[in-house]
């Protein structure tokens, strides 16, 4: 699949909510269009903030249900210049259509995610 070639993973581990469990779920997060939130972070001139994007939309990722398909916004206030700007992120979870890993078990699998769009917040 072409489109995975600028992506993210990172590896989490997700305590089960059933203290009697004692497995633990490994998750795996995919951005699959880094280079689309980069290109959209330097058009506003805040490409300094990608990483701090990333954990967020990440993090956010994890407290989502295992088998939740949604989209979410993340907003994060920057400094441009002596101006504090608001600025919204638009991701998707995707589904999931690759078979599993080889040698992988049912308690690893992988989120994929999606960048929509990027756009600044109007002062009110």
Do not use: C, W
Not at 47 to 76: C, P, T, W
Not at 109 to 120: G, H, N, R, T, W
């Amino acid at each position: 699949m072409g489109f995975l070639k600028n992506t993210t993973r990172t590896l989490y581990e997700e305590k089960p909510y059933n203290k009697k469990e004692e497995s633990v779920l490994m998750l795996y997060v995919e951005l699959v269009n880094r280079s689309f939130l980069e290109s959209e972070l330097e058009r506003y001139g805040v490409i300094d903030i990608v990483e701090v994007v990333l954990e967020r939309m990440k993090e956010e990722v994890i407290h989502i249900g295992s088998n939740v398909y949604e989209q979410f916004v993340l907003d994060a206030k920057v400094l441009v210049g002596n101006v504090f700007k608001t600025f919204s992120a638009s991701f998707a979870m995707l589904e999931s259509e690759d078979p599993p890993e080889v040698g992988s078990s049912e308690d690893e699998f992988v989120k994929y995610v999606e960048f929509i769009s990027l756009y600044e917040l109007e002062k009110e």
